[in-house]
């Protein structure tokens, strides 16, 4: 039986009904108020996050220490964490949710274990969480790990939310945690810096000629970053006429900002960390000449990025399978939220309290510039880095292109993304193979695969295969895969013998010029794009045979 608290006997966090609040006085049920997070507790207080990939966690740790916090990301979760979120968390969730809870009260017993206390745990620690709303469970996360925790012992923990569209609690958090503008500049030149390095690792990795050389030189340069982001102190600007205009607070606040914002774009010790991690990567000798098919992976948000158990290990079971896999960055994510702000006040315009064009322009010219900027950081770093991620799709792009199929506003999720990234990779011949990865039961991501049913039989030629994972079935899940990706394989190999026919050289004959041209086999010479190939061993045969025609 449960009493008036807002919480169940066996410490289950539920809301009371309209009959039950009468109940209990009318009083209806309000979310328990945390213990705050004060700055005088910040020096003795570590802060925990994850759910991210190890790269932007190893560089989110690197940002928020160079910030004056102490903290730690969380391992990555395994079935362990799985097995720990369904034995503490309500039934009914998505893998996500029990693979993440899990993941977070498994280290808080770990930490019992090695020998604190929980009362311990729960003074000197706080967690640091993203949230949202929409038609998926993503909304109910806090809930769950507040539930979880209360069932787990760590009743009193405190979760700090981060909601995407929204930024942070304050009301929660308090001063322990300063949003400042320094704070979000660094949390997005992780996610940057995280992206490039996971997606070099991709490209280079299927081709490497000696095998692990790829992760052992991206541990190198993510610890190279590391060093120079937590190492980076801002020389004080010493400037007669800065400290004289600094001393009028609005204009002292806009040059702060300003200079902040002009470091952020300029970033020279981060383009120097890059070019040092271009030279390390540059001496991976890899055969381009070997035929892989092409995988794009598409989905939901978390399935698509998790390294380990929570996606099956998909993304090193199809490099095992000989598969080049391209995955989605976060900073696409990032740029989704950057569109669907913009599409937002492009509604609201002309609605009453809305009607203001000034104000109207203003945002949409913010907006607009945010993400002008971080695109152009995406493409400086990256160039920095050697030169061979591709930017972003244009998001306007891909809206025409799957508005069709699902309405672009119908949000949660991934929204329209998964079903116009698998169109636009069709168009342009970017795989060979389209995977969605998926939770079981996930709404926005069945959606997707409903509309898709559709795209499918508009572009026949389209290899798609949308997988459940649960945290079970990958036996299943990988056969399912590995079937797909036969045929995937046959259009590679089809394709790499059509260019090699049309290049009108043998295969020998080009091996043999790259012998003699060893700087073609370096893991960051980039051939040039447009011959409209998914594969990279027929784009690479394709230029080579052009450069040996033009040489005499």
Request: with cysteine; aromatic share 8%.
């Amino acid at each position: 039986m449960d009493d008036c608290s807002g919480f169940s006997r066996n410490g289950g966090q539920h809301f009371h009904s309209a009959e039950s609040a009468s109940t209990c006085g009318g009083k209806h049920f309000r979310r328990p108020a945390p213990k705050p997070f004060t700055a005088a507790q910040r020096s003795r207080t570590t802060l925990l996050y994850g759910g991210l990939t190890l790269k932007h966690e190893q560089l989110l740790k690197a940002c928020l220490e160079n910030l004056g916090y102490r903290c730690e990301h969380l391992p990555t979760p395994d079935l362990a964490s799985l097995q720990t979120g369904k034995e503490y968390s309500n039934n009914g969730q998505c893998n996500p949710t029990y693979f993440t809870v899990g993941n977070l009260v498994k280290y808080l017993q770990d930490l019992e274990k090695a020998g604190q206390s929980r009362q311990q745990i729960i003074d000197n620690y706080v967690f640091l969480t993203a949230g949202s709303c929409g038609p998926c469970r993503f909304g109910m996360y806090e809930a769950e790990y507040n539930n979880a925790l209360q069932n787990a012992g760590f009743g009193g923990f405190r979760v700090l939310l981060f909601q995407q569209n929204q930024g942070y609690d304050a009301e929660q958090m308090e001063a322990g945690l300063q949003t400042s503008f320094d704070f979000y500049l660094s949390i997005i030149h992780s996610v940057l810096l995280g992206d490039l390095l996971n997606e070099a690792g991709y490209q280079i990795r299927p081709y490497e000629r000696e095998s692990g050389a790829t992760d052992r030189a991206l541990e190198q340069c993510a610890e190279i970053l590391y060093q120079t982001i937590r190492n980076r102190r801002d020389e004080p600007e010493n400037s007669r006429l800065m400290h004289a205009l600094g001393a009028v607070p609005l204009l002292g606040e806009l040059l702060k900002t300003t200079r902040k914002l002009n470091r952020f774009l300029s970033s020279p010790h981060i383009v120097s960390a890059l070019e040092e991690c271009r030279d390390i990567l540059s001496r991976i000798e890899v055969d381009r000449t070997r035929i892989k098919p092409v995988v794009q992976i598409t989905g939901e948000f978390w399935a698509q990025l998790a390294e380990g158990d929570g996606n099956f290990n998909m993304f090193r079971f199809l490099e095992g399978e000989g598969a080049e896999v391209r995955i989605n960055p976060v900073s696409a994510w990032l740029l989704y939220v950057f569109w669907d702000i913009k599409a937002g006040y492009g509604e609201r315009f002309g609605l009453k309290g809305n009607r203001n064009p000034l104000r109207h322009l203003y945002r949409m010219a913010i907006i607009t510039l945010g993400e002008k900027l971080f695109l152009r950081t995406y493409a400086r770093l990256g160039k920095a880095l050697g030169g061979t991620i591709k930017e972003p799709v244009s998001l306007d792009e891909l809206q025409r292109l799957g508005h069709r199929y699902y309405h672009s506003r119908i949000t949660g999720g991934e929204g329209h993304l998964e079903v116009a990234k698998s169109i636009h990779a069709v168009q342009h011949h970017d795989c060979h193979m389209i995977l969605s990865l998926k939770p079981f039961g996930c709404m926005p991501s069945t959606q997707s695969d409903g509309a898709m049913a559709e795209v499918v039989s508009d572009y026949p030629e389209m290899i798609f295969l949308p997988i459940e994972t649960a945290g079970e079935g990958e036996i299943n899940a990988h056969s399912r895969v590995q079937m797909a990706l036969g045929e995937a394989r046959r259009r590679a190999v089809v394709e790499f013998d059509a260019a090699l026919q049309a290049t009108g050289r043998t295969l020998e004959e080009i091996r043999a010029y790259l012998e003699h041209n060893p700087q073609l086999n370096t893991a960051l010479y980039k051939p040039p794009e447009g011959s409209q190939l998914a594969g990279s061993a027929a784009n690479f045969i394709t230029h080579i045979a052009r450069r040996m025609d033009q040489q005499p």
